[in-house]
Protein backbone atom coordinates (compact mmCIF):
# COMPACT_ATOMS: atom_id res chain seq x y z
CA UNK A 1 0.00 0.00 0.00
CA UNK A 2 1.47 3.37 -0.85
CA UNK A 3 1.06 6.59 1.42
CA UNK A 4 1.13 9.85 0.52
CA UNK A 5 1.92 12.70 2.41
CA UNK A 6 1.24 16.67 1.44
CA UNK A 7 2.90 19.48 3.31
CA UNK A 8 3.84 23.29 2.35
CA UNK A 9 -0.06 24.75 2.27
CA UNK A 10 -1.14 27.65 4.14
CA UNK A 11 -2.28 31.31 3.46
CA UNK A 12 -0.93 33.63 1.44
CA UNK A 13 -1.46 37.00 0.05
CA UNK A 14 -2.67 37.43 -3.42
CA UNK A 15 0.78 37.23 -5.91
CA UNK A 16 2.44 35.38 -3.24
CA UNK A 17 3.99 32.18 -3.50
CA UNK A 18 3.75 28.14 -2.04
CA UNK A 19 5.97 25.07 -2.46
CA UNK A 20 3.49 22.18 -2.09
CA UNK A 21 5.77 19.08 -1.62
CA UNK A 22 4.32 15.01 -1.61
CA UNK A 23 5.99 12.37 -0.36
CA UNK A 24 5.49 8.60 -0.94
CA UNK A 25 6.20 6.21 1.18
CA UNK A 26 5.50 2.28 1.67
CA UNK A 27 6.48 -0.99 -0.41
CA UNK A 28 6.33 0.33 -3.64
CA UNK A 29 8.05 -1.01 -6.58
CA UNK A 30 7.73 1.49 -8.84
CA UNK A 31 6.08 5.33 -9.36
CA UNK A 32 4.24 6.02 -12.92
CA UNK A 33 2.58 9.33 -13.03
CA UNK A 34 2.43 11.69 -10.57
CA UNK A 35 0.50 14.92 -9.99
CA UNK A 36 -1.97 17.31 -7.76
CA UNK A 37 -5.55 18.20 -7.90
CA UNK A 38 -7.49 20.64 -6.56
CA UNK A 39 -11.02 21.10 -4.90
CA UNK A 40 -12.11 24.19 -3.63
CA UNK A 41 -15.68 24.42 -1.83
CA UNK A 42 -18.37 23.96 -3.96
CA UNK A 43 -16.77 22.59 -6.65
CA UNK A 44 -15.41 19.19 -8.47
CA UNK A 45 -11.87 17.75 -8.00
CA UNK A 46 -9.79 19.08 -10.92
CA UNK A 47 -6.56 18.41 -12.57
CA UNK A 48 -3.52 21.22 -11.89
CA UNK A 49 -0.19 19.34 -12.66
CA UNK A 50 0.89 15.95 -13.94
CA UNK A 51 4.24 14.66 -14.57
CA UNK A 52 5.35 11.31 -15.73
CA UNK A 53 8.05 9.23 -14.81
CA UNK A 54 11.44 9.03 -16.12
CA UNK A 55 14.32 11.79 -16.44
CA UNK A 56 12.78 14.80 -15.63
CA UNK A 57 9.44 13.44 -16.93
CA UNK A 58 7.25 15.02 -19.37
CA UNK A 59 4.75 17.68 -17.36
CA UNK A 60 0.92 18.67 -18.37
CA UNK A 61 -0.90 21.65 -16.61
CA UNK A 62 -4.52 22.75 -16.36
CA UNK A 63 -4.16 26.23 -18.39
CA UNK A 64 -5.66 28.39 -15.50
CA UNK A 65 -1.97 27.72 -13.72
CA UNK A 66 0.27 27.54 -17.03
CA UNK A 67 3.11 29.94 -16.25
CA UNK A 68 2.30 30.68 -12.94
CA UNK A 69 2.76 26.84 -11.31
CA UNK A 70 5.38 24.08 -12.19
CA UNK A 71 5.30 21.01 -11.08
CA UNK A 72 8.70 18.86 -10.68
CA UNK A 73 9.90 15.36 -9.19
CA UNK A 74 12.61 13.96 -7.20
CA UNK A 75 12.69 9.98 -8.00
CA UNK A 76 15.07 9.02 -5.58
CA UNK A 77 12.63 10.50 -2.79
CA UNK A 78 9.88 9.38 -4.11
CA UNK A 79 8.78 13.10 -3.67
CA UNK A 80 6.52 15.56 -6.03
CA UNK A 81 6.84 19.45 -5.43
CA UNK A 82 4.28 21.95 -6.93
CA UNK A 83 5.76 25.20 -6.84
CA UNK A 84 3.26 27.61 -7.20
CA UNK A 85 3.61 31.81 -8.37
CA UNK A 86 1.93 34.92 -8.78
CA UNK A 87 -0.97 33.18 -6.78
CA UNK A 88 -4.67 34.25 -7.01
CA UNK A 89 -7.72 34.51 -4.86
CA UNK A 90 -9.38 31.69 -7.38
CA UNK A 91 -6.66 29.25 -6.66
CA UNK A 92 -7.74 28.81 -2.82
CA UNK A 93 -8.29 24.99 -2.74
CA UNK A 94 -7.86 22.01 -0.75
CA UNK A 95 -4.50 20.51 -2.83
CA UNK A 96 -4.77 16.82 -3.29
CA UNK A 97 -1.46 14.56 -3.98
CA UNK A 98 -2.09 11.23 -6.25
CA UNK A 99 0.43 8.71 -8.02
CA UNK A 100 0.36 5.85 -9.46
CA UNK A 101 2.31 2.73 -8.70
CA UNK A 102 3.32 -0.59 -8.33
CA UNK A 103 3.04 -1.80 -4.81
CA UNK A 104 2.89 -5.15 -2.81
CA UNK A 105 -0.21 -5.35 -0.91
CA UNK A 106 -1.57 -9.11 0.84
CA UNK A 107 0.74 -11.27 -1.01
CA UNK A 108 0.56 -9.53 -4.66
CA UNK A 109 2.35 -6.78 -6.64
CA UNK A 110 -0.42 -4.26 -7.45
CA UNK A 111 -1.15 -1.31 -9.63
CA UNK A 112 -3.37 1.46 -8.43
CA UNK A 113 -4.06 4.92 -7.97
CA UNK A 114 -3.55 7.14 -4.41
CA UNK A 115 -4.32 9.79 -2.49
CA UNK A 116 -3.28 12.27 -0.24
CA UNK A 117 -4.71 13.67 2.68
CA UNK A 118 -4.71 17.07 1.05
CA UNK A 119 -3.76 20.21 2.27
CA UNK A 120 -5.21 23.85 2.48
CA UNK A 121 -4.04 26.55 0.28
CA UNK A 122 -5.62 29.97 1.17
CA UNK A 123 -4.95 33.01 -1.28
CA UNK A 124 -6.50 36.44 0.18
CA UNK A 125 -6.85 39.19 -2.03
Known amino acids: QVQLVESGGGLVQAGGSLRLSCAAS????????MGWYRQAPGKQRELVAT?????????NYADSVKGRFTISRDNAKNTVYLQMNSLEPEDTAVYYC?????????????????WGQGTQVTVSS
Open 98 to 114: NADSEYYRNGYWRSGSS
Open 26 to 33: GSIRKINA
Open 51 to 59: ITSGGRGSS
